[in-house]
């Protein structure tokens, strides 16, 4: 796990503060290839498209990090109904952040 989620502590001694950064090294390529994708619409079909049916697509790819941010944030992704989750999954894609996560336009 420690190459997908990294944890650094800091000590600042003169206030005697101790804090961790939780980073995924990561987040960056999951990010630059989701804007990649967002250029190219052709890319990414429907799921069944090659049998002549449609039945889901890929709307975003969410680095793991900013998932439990957006949850930190005030975004229900993990609470409730199913229908309360996928509301509240869309008002973090809609979102500044979220919208990075987009893999269509």
Do not use: W
């Amino acid at each position: 796990m420690e190459d997908v989620i990294r944890s650094d502590m800091h000590y600042q001694e003169h206030t005697g503060v101790l804090t961790n950064k939780t980073y995924q090294p990561t987040e960056k390529l999951i990010l630059d290839r989701n804007s990649e994708l967002r250029k190219n619409s052709k890319v990414i079909q429907d799921l069944g498209a090659q049998s002549g049916e449609s039945y889901g697509r890929q709307v975003a790819s969410i680095p793991f990090i900013m998932y439990e941010e957006a949850i930190r944030d005030g975004f229900e992704l993990n609470q409730g109904d199913k229908e309360h989750r996928e509301k509240e999954m869309f008002r973090f894609l809609k979102s500044e952040k979220g919208q990075l996560c987009l893999v269509q336009g």
